[in-house]
C-alpha cells in the first residue's frame, strides 16, 4: 500500500523556468511534509518541509504548496537551475508518532542550460 | 557541525551471511533511523533508535537489527542474507524522539548480496 505517491517518474525543464513537482497522499493522519532532494552516490538531502497546519511554505527559490482536501502537495522551484538536476523525493510523517518518514518513489528532474 | 557518516561506504556479501553497517550521527543528534532504499523506489523505514531503544520499526523480518549506543552512533545488522536485501542502507539523525521529522541523511553504505 503505497501511501505516498509521485506518479511523475520524470521531468525536464529549461533553465530558468519553473520546475513542478508533485506528491499525493492518502493517509489523513500525516501531519507533516518534506522534500528531499538526492544526487548519485549522496544521501537525500532535506529541502523544505510543511506542516499541516499552513498551505504554503516559502524558502528562496523554493516553495511547498500543501491542499489538504485534496492529500496533495507540490515543490515550485523558480528559477531552476542546472544544479537543481537530481531526484527529488517527498515525504510524510505523523501518522505512527515515531518519527518514522514514508517515502515517495521519487520524481528526476533535469534542467536544461 | 560533523554530519552522518556511514560505513562502510560498500559492501559484497553471499546469501546467508551476516552483516553490520553503522553510523555515526551527527553533533548533537540523539535519533537515528535507518532505512532501505532500493533501486528506483524510495526509502523505506526499517527501524529508530533514540537514548537507546527501538522507537518504532518498519515492515521488516526480524533479521534486520540494531543498536545505538550511549555516543548515539549505531549499527544495523542483518542476518542470513538474501539477494532482495541487496539495496542502499541509509542512516539519518535527528534531535529529539517522536515528535522529530526532519531527518538528516549519511551517504548510504551499498549492499550487494551474491
Known amino acids: 500500500d503505497q501511501q505516498v505517491k509521485q506518479n511523475s517518474p520524470s521531468l525536464s525543464v529549461q533553465e530558468g523556468r519553473i520546475s513542478i513537482l508533485n506528491c499525493d497522499y492518502t493517509?489523513?493522519?500525516?501531519?507533516?511534509f518534506l522534500w528531499y532532494k538526492k544526487y548519485p552516490a549522496e544521501g537525500p538531502t532535506f529541502l523544505i518541509s510543511?506542516?499541516?497546519?499552513?498551505d504554503k511554505n516559502e524558502d528562496g527559490r523554493f516553495t511547498v504548496f500543501l491542499n489538504k482536501s485534496a492529500k496533495h502537495l507540490s515543490l515550485h522551484i523558480v528559477p531552476s537551475q542546472p544544479g537543481d538536476s537530481a531526484v527529488y523525493f517527498c515525504?510524510?510523517?505523523?501518522?505512527?508518532?515515531?518519527?518514522?518518514?514514508?517515502f515517495g518513489q521519487g520524481t528526476t528532474l533535469q534542467v536544461k542550460p | 557541525e560533523t554530519g552522518v557518516t556511514q560505513s562502510p561506504t560498500h559492501l559484497i556479501k553471499t546469501r546467508g551471511q551476516q552483516v553490520t553497517l553503522r553510523c555515526s550521527s551527527q553533533s548533537g543528534h540523539n535519533t537515528v533511523s535507518w532505512y532501505q532504499q532500493a533501486l528506483g523506489q524510495g526509502p523505506q523505514f526499517i527501524f529508530q533508535y533514540y537514548r537507546e531503544e527501538e522507537n518504532g520499526r518498519g515492515n521488516f523480518p526480524p533479521r534486520f537489527s540494531g543498536l545505538q549506543f550511549p555516543n548515539y552512533s549505531s549499527e544495523l545488522n542483518v542476518n542470513a542474507l538474501e539477494l532482495d536485501d541487496s539495496a542502499l542502507y541509509l542512516c539519518?539523525?535527528?534531535?529529539?524522539?517522536?515528535?522529530?521529522?526532519?531527518?538528516?541523511f549519511g551517504p548510504g553504505t551499498r549492499l550487494t548480496v551474491t
Open positions: 510543511i506542516s499541516s497546519i499552513k
Open positions: 515525504a510524510a510523517s505523523g501518522a505512527s508518532n515515531t518519527g518514522k518518514l514514508i
Open positions: 493517509n489523513s493522519m500525516f501531519d507533516y
Open positions: 539519518a539523525s535527528s534531535l529529539g524522539g517522536k515528535t522529530t521529522y526532519e531527518q538528516y
